[in-house]
Structures are given as C-alpha cells and as structure tokens.
C-alpha cells in the first residue's frame, strides 16, 4: 500500500484571497480596480464619480440622499391661507338674497365662519368710505371687531349658543347690502327723499340679514332685544360712509 501523496496545489480563483510566504511575496505585482458604481438617476445609468464612491464606500453616503419633495408644502397659495374662493362667494349670495324661498343654505353663514371673506368685505367698504375722510378707515374695523363683540355678548347673555367667530363673520358679510346702496347714493344724493329711503333700505336689509342668521329660536321673546342693537349697528356703519 503506497502512502497518500501530497494534497493538489489549490489555484484562488478571481476574487479570493490566499497566504503567501514572504520570499514568494517580493515576484508579486498588481493593482486593485475601482468598481464601476452606477447610479440610476431618472432611469439614466451614469458612472459615479470618484468623491461619491469614496463617501459610499466610507459609509457616508446618507450625505447624497436627496429627500422627495413633501405633497404638503406644495399647496397653493389660497389653500396655505384656507381661503375657499367658492366658499366666500356662495356667503356673500346667501347674504345679498336672504329670503328663504330662493332656496339658499344661509346657515351656512352662521355654521361655517371664515375670517377672510367678513375682512375683505369690511375693507371693500372702508375703501368706499374713503373719500374725504381717511380716518374712517380704522373707525369701521374698529366698530366692526367691538361690536360683533357686544352682539356676542348680549347674544351669550340672552341664553344664545353661538360663538364669537360666528358672529364676527355674520357681522361682516351684512355689510354688503350698505356696499350695494353706496353707489345709488351717488347718484341721487341731490334728492333728499329718496336718498333717505335708500338708506333706511340699505340698513334694513342689511340688520335682517344678520338678524336672520344670528337670531333663532332659542331667543323666543326675547328676539327684539337682539334685533335692535344689530340695527343700530348698521345705522352707525352708514353713519361713516355718509359722514353724518
């Protein structure tokens, strides 16, 4: 029985490592290749360059994530500000037309405050109140902020639920029947008579629409007591437009 001979020499293939002695060491020669790192951006493979495979390889290539942009910082502008154009503009049409055979939701008005639709409306007529006496400006947005809030609180008092946002909106869009009477005012403010029963239009229009939204049935008898600091709310208003 011969003795087993010596074990096969084993070959490394590509990619493997192996020991060598260190006499065999000093024939060794070579060079290691950097790896072809693609990356796919967009769906085109281009090559990386040599800093980005430098920071992937060191473990820092967290540095050249790019986040994706969130939805929610890419909203308009309107919807930034939660201003809904379609919103103000049905308000305003409950408001201008507040019978209740023409089938409009004006509960809405009162349910759903908003700020900014009362503030342009209120600004709409200071602006038109401008003419000759700027200091009205500030004396309408001051009436308008302190006297929703005496509404808000007779209203509060009288055994009402409805807050003060509520009533500050309702207060703001019934400004607008005394932004449509301002034109005609114009235009027959040499006939006295007239001038004055559009005023008194104007101001009843204007106080039964707030009225309307903001006196309901829990009041019971107690409706007039609210009606009429809202109407002479509205005389005041007019009062600074007219100047008298």
């Known amino acids: ?117 009362p503030l342009a409306v209120v600004l709409f007529f200071s602006m038109i109140s401008l003419y000759g006496q700027f200091r009205v400006v500030s004396w309408i947005i001051t009436i308008w902020i302190f006297g929703s809030l005496t509404i808000f609180l007779l209203a509060r008092v009288l055994g009402g639920e409805v807050a003060y946002g509520q009533v500050l909106g309702v207060i703001g869009y019934s400004l607008l029947p005394l932004i449509v009477i301002a034109p005609l005012l114009l235009v027959v403010g040499s006939f006295e008579v007239v001038s004055t029963l559009i005023k008194l239009f104007g101001v009843f229009w204007a106080a039964y629409s707030a009225a309307s939204l903001l006196v309901g049935e829990e009041f019971k008898t107690k409706k007039p007591l609210l009606i009429y600091p809202i109407f002479l709310l509205y005389i005041y208003f007019l009062s600074l437009y007219t100047g008298v």
């Open 1 to 117: 029985m011969q003795p087993p001979g010596p074990p096969p020499a084993y070959s490394p293939t590509n990619g493997d490592f192996t020991f060598v002695s260190s006499a065999d060491a000093e024939d060794l020669s070579g060079s290691i290749a950097a790896p072809d790192v693609k990356l796919n951006l967009g769906g085109d493979f281009i090559k990386e360059s040599t800093a980005t495979t430098f920071l992937r390889q060191r473990g820092y290539g967290w540095l050249l994530e790019v986040e994706d942009d969130d939805p929610e910082d890419n909203k308009p502008l309107l919807e930034e500000l939660d201003i809904d154009l379609k919103d103000i503009y049905y308000k305003i049409r409950c408001v201008l037309m507040p019978m209740p055979s023409l089938g409009f939701n004006r509960q809405v008005v009162r349910d759903n405050p908003d700020f900014w639709g």
